[in-house]
């Protein structure tokens, strides 16, 4: 990234592509540093990771950390879409000249929740790019993105984070144990967004409770499985987190036949081979992809209570 400075062609246009998580907003503000800081330095070391340096201490660089630069403009999705009108907004301010920047940056958090009417006054804005200013588009992949917007950018693709590298953050910085630190970063899966922002305080009760939940379901009520599958649904915020934990643990069971090394809830080690006798390989994938099935019905926006207790009759065995 730093390169893209000393070889001193900045491009009009970026496209940081990735998973959520990853850092590209993040990454697309200290760029936005490194091109306007008063007094920036090489030497401390704040650029390392990606090559960019800017002191973070002067005007500019406290302003972009703030969020309160007039030159650095962030466009995100107002609900769940960009909406034209915020395209619109944002060419009359690009239509002036910038302020007191070097370089003025529009950043267009999750691009392809732009709708085509949008997308296409964005186009505008590519096509003939404002005097010293640099557009940069996020998104998770470039193909949800119409391929005239796609051209016209340079791309960037951020890749998820290793889970060591996950696992260290916790460990030093949420305080915990290693053994924890491992699950929750392969829970989080490269996203730094989520190995952060994760209930790190509740999260190791409710997993074992999830998990003695999940193995009575092959000899539950059914009056018992609407209750789990209620209780799972009602907890919207920490759904996402709750399928994840399920899926880590078919997951071991499934590796622990093979590999009982490479299992990640090795805290749990003495439950995982009693369970795993019980289930086969074909048992465990069917229910590793059921989980998928589920995460991505709630992603589509289907009721999660009605997702939930289709999955959960599935883990039964039933349906
Ligand atoms: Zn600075």
């Not at 973070?56 to 107002?78: E, F, N, Q, V, Y």
């Not at 619109?88 to 392809?112: E, N, V």
């Not at 059914?222 to 799972?232: G, H, I």
């Not at 795993?276 to 590793?288: H, M, N, P, V, W």
């Amino acid at each position: 990234m730093g390169g893209l400075l000393k070889r001193g062609s900045i491009p009009h246009a970026l496209l940081f592509t990735g998973m959520d998580g990853v850092g590209k907003r993040t990454v697309a503000l200290r760029f936005a540093m490194a091109c306007n800081c008063q007094a920036p330095s090489d030497g401390d070391g704040r650029g390392a990771a990606d090559g960019f340096s800017f002191c973070g201490d002067c005007s500019a660089c406290r302003k972009i950390r703030a969020g309160s630069h007039p030159d650095i403009h962030l466009t995100r999705p107002a609900a769940v879409a960009i909406r034209i009108d915020q395209i619109r907004a944002l060419r009359g301010q690009l239509a002036m000249k910038p302020y007191d920047a070097r370089y003025r940056f529009a950043i267009i958090a999750d691009a392809h929740t732009m709708n085509a009417e949008a997308a296409n006054a964005l186009l505008k804005v590519l096509e003939e790019p404002p005097d010293r200013t640099i557009l940069v588009l996020t998104a998770v992949q470039a193909s949800d993105l119409l391929p005239t917007i796609v051209s016209r950018c340079q791309p960037v693709r951020f890749h998820p984070i290793p889970r060591n590298t996950l696992a260290a953050y916790l460990e030093t910085h949420a305080n915990l144990s290693s053994e924890a630190a491992t699950v929750r970063a392969a829970l989080a899966n490269g996203s730094f967004a989520r190995a952060r922002d994760a209930d790190l305080a509740g999260w190791m009760p409710r997993r074992r409770w999830l998990i003695r939940q999940t193995e009575a379901l092959s000899s539950a009520s059914s009056v018992a499985m609407l209750a789990f599958a209620e209780k799972l649904a009602k907890d919207k915020p920490r759904l996402g987190d709750a399928l994840e934990i399920l899926k880590l643990w078919f997951r071991d069971l499934l590796i622990w036949r093979h590999d009982p090394e490479r299992i990640i809830n090795s805290d749990l080690a003495d439950r995982i081979g009693p369970a795993a006798r019980l289930e086969t390989s074909a048992g465990l994938l069917a229910k590793i992809e059921n989980i998928g099935a589920a995460q991505r019905a709630i992603e589509g926006n289907v009721n999660s209570r009605l997702a939930m207790e289709v999955l959960v009759r599935r883990l039964a065995g039933l349906g």
